[in-house]
């Protein structure tokens, strides 16, 4: 159970926390150009931010932090049918369903 | 249709936001229902999501509170998911830094991956779209997308536990994370980035307060632009 105090302390901290990290440069630098160098990092924010956060989730998606194949099915249909056909709602679809038969029928 | 006034860049972004409803809203009920089962109130779990407004980081909250941490580690821990913002915040900046403050505010506030996803792409695909057309753009590339947000957090802490336990609900956030992110692997660079991010990330599991995050997509950035430099010395 958590208690009221920590919930609330936690709920304002990232909170503010949460909207100093968005406010940093688009608030603070405004429209002074960014760096050569920084702009090409950032170009690849998402491609690696993402998969960094996913990867465990889905090596680690047993119980116990064991592997559980059905898991690594869904994500992979999810992602070859993401890289194929370049879009989101087919590869949503594709790991859902894939998940949802996999869960049921195993 | 090309952009040619502010409403129409802001109904562009109404439509182009709109199917990412069906991200947002299966995030956001899957926080209630969770948040819900640790023990909050509706109240609790909606001042959550309306001030927080990030999937990734309040579940990772949820996570690391229901394991007894310090309150100081479970707030690091899940701004050390949220960081990312702050390179979405960076990256939108030669955008949208022009506006006025109080238009960056909200911006600010309502930056997640999807409104940073769309708008980034729209800007650098019409680099022609003024800059109140662009914020016009970002607004209503949230409109939906918030609406659903807030809708499904409550509809979750409403049905709370009343769902069927065996439906796997804990891989969507998995499952909508990698459906966003393969559509983005478009050259080799963001597949080298997306694959060094991979294998760093499993090897940083056990670095403590979710830091093994930072650790692999930083390392997973640099490789991306490290790849893009060599690509066009060969190139040149």
Known sequence: MIDSATLWTVIIGLGVGSFLLRFTFLGFVGDRPLPEWLLRHLRYTAVAILPALVAPLVVYSGENGSTDITRVVAALATLGVGMWTRNVFAAIGAGAVTLIVLVYVL | ?236
Not at chain 2, 42 to 56: D, N
Not at chain 2, 105 to 113: P, S, W
Not at chain 2, 138 to 145: E, I, N, R
Not at chain 2, 166 to 174: E, K, N, R, S, T
């Open chain 2, 1 to 236: 249709m090309p952009i040619t006034t502010t409403k129409s860049a802001f109904w562009a972004g109404v439509r182009d936001g709109a199917p990412f409803i069906f991200v947002a809203g299966p995030f956001a009920l899957l926080f209630g229902v969770l948040a819900t089962e640790a023990g909050l109130n509706v109240f609790e779990v909606m001042t959550f999501s309306l001030v927080v407004i990030a999937g990734a980081a309040q579940f990772t909250a949820l996570q690391v509170m229901e394991n007894d941490a310090p309150t100081v580690i479970v707030i690091l821990s899940a701004l050390a998911v949220n960081l990312r913002v702050a390179m979405y915040s960076a990256a939108l900046t030669p955008y949208l830094g022009r506006a006025p403050l109080w238009q960056r505010v909200f911006a600010a506030y309502l930056l997640v991956d999807q409104s940073y996803a769309l708008s980034h792409a729209k800007f650098d695909a019409e680099p022609e779209l003024s800059v109140p057309q662009r914020m016009a753009y970002y607004f209503g590339s949230c409109l939906l997308v918030m609406i659903v947000w807030f809708g499904m957090s409550y509809l979750g802490a409403a049905v709370g536990t009343q769902l069927p336990q065996d439906l796997p609900l804990d891989f969507a956030l998995p499952i909508a994370f990698l459906s966003m992110v393969a559509p983005m692997v478009r050259t080799l660079p963001h597949l080298v980035a997306a694959v060094v991010a991979v294998i760093v990330g499993l090897l940083a599991v056990p670095v403590p307060y979710s830091l093994g995050l930072i650790i692999a997509g930083a390392a997973g950035m640099m490789a991306g632009a490290q790849a893009e430099v060599m690509l066009k010395g060969r190139g040149a």
